[in-house]
């Protein structure tokens, strides 16, 4: 089976950094996905890790170690429309995805 | 512009009949995915599609039904036979069920199904 777990919310200053989680075990791997949800709405993506190490994007940058079995998603100099859930999802042996409960994050004036 | 479109965003159905939700996708992607999504859980796969003519079930498929007779289109029915029917459905495509990069899979808007 697979299991993904991320931390259930998060805080943070507008201007400041959040680190988000997410530790894995799952059946195979072919590769780590990060979502933007706000509420209501769809899941956008934000970024892909299949090999070990650092994908920057802008303001957000998404860390890999497939030997931990953990990601982290780090977002930089927090906006208010941050404020949203962020889906950790790992691509199995099957190449289905199976998706963290996800982390919701607060940026506060 | 292309994108995935999920209709109606809201739906209110009584219990016991069944309900059919849409999805289309003009990104000429070959895989198309339901899930479902409840509050305090993970997204959930219930069917996918590789190809015109042919899914498989997901995770949670009992209670549920697809057919997927044209590429762009993956319709969902949310029969009398699904216990706990209330929730937020999303649709997703990718070019392909793979391993690469490129078969990230792109979510549509969503629709929430209420059963009174």
């Known amino acids: 089976g697979q299991n993904i777990d991320q931390p259930t919310e998060m805080t943070a200053t507008e201007g400041a950094i959040v680190q988000i989680n997410c530790t894995y075990q799952t059946s195979g791997f072919n590769g780590l996905f990060w979502y933007q949800q706000h509420a209501g709405e769809a899941p956008t993506f934000l970024s892909y890790?299949?090999?070990?190490g650092l994908e920057e994007k802008g303001r957000f940058s998404s860390f890999l170690s497939r030997s931990k079995g953990y990601s982290y998603l780090l977002l930089k100099e927090l906006q208010m429309k941050d404020s949203a859930s962020y889906l950790c999802?790992?691509?199995?042996?099957?190449?289905?995805?199976?998706f963290g409960a996800g982390t919701t994050v607060t940026v506060r004036a | 512009d292309g994108g995935i479109t999920q209709s109606p965003k809201y739906l209110f159905r009584k219990e016991g009949q069944n309900v059919t939700l849409s999805c289309e996708q003009n990104?000429?992607?070959?895989?198309m995915y339901w899930y479902r999504q409840d509050p305090g859980q993970g997204l959930r796969l219930i069917y996918y599609?590789?190809?015109?003519?042919?899914?498989q079930k997901g995770d949670i498929a009992e209670g549920y039904s697809v057919s997927r007779e044209k590429k762009e289109s993956f319709p969902l029915t949310v029969t009398s036979a699904q216990k706990n029917p209330t929730a937020f459905y999303l649709c997703?495509?990718?070019?392909?069920?793979?391993?690469?990069?490129?078969?990230?899979?792109?979510f549509g808007p969503g629709t929430r199904l209420t059963v009174l």
């Open positions: 997703a495509s990718s070019i392909d069920l793979g391993g690469r990069a490129s078969d990230t899979q792109y």
């Open positions: 890790n299949v090999l070990d």
């Open positions: 599609s590789q190809i015109v003519n042919d899914f």
């Open positions: 990104l000429n992607h070959d895989a």
């Open positions: 999802a790992v691509r199995g042996a099957d190449y289905k995805l199976s």
